[in-house]
């Protein structure tokens, strides 16, 4: 049997493989590029990012980028 995702369910699998392949500010960008303007985003936004602040993505956005001139 297929199951097919709804909505919802594809916005957050696609939220999660951008998240694991660029930097959260590209994301951040890319995500206000497009514009959804559906759904729940503090909804969305709690299930993808739990408890980060904006102080913890900061740090996470500069390790990111230390990694990628260590390449």
């Not at 909505?7 to 957050?12: G, R």
């Not at 951040?28 to 408890?51: H, I, M, V």
Request: with cysteine; proline share 1%; aromatic share 8%.
């Amino acid at each position: 049997m297929i199951k097919v995702k709804n909505e919802q369910q594809v916005l957050q699998e696609g939220l999660r493989v951008l998240f694991m392949n660029m930097e959260p500010s590209k994301v951040t960008r890319f995500w206000a590029a497009c514009n959804s303007g559906s759904g729940d985003y503090l909804e969305l936004k709690e299930e993808l990012l739990g408890q980060e602040s904006v102080a913890s993505l900061y740090a996470k956005v500069l390790e990111f980028q230390e990694l990628q001139h260590e390449v």
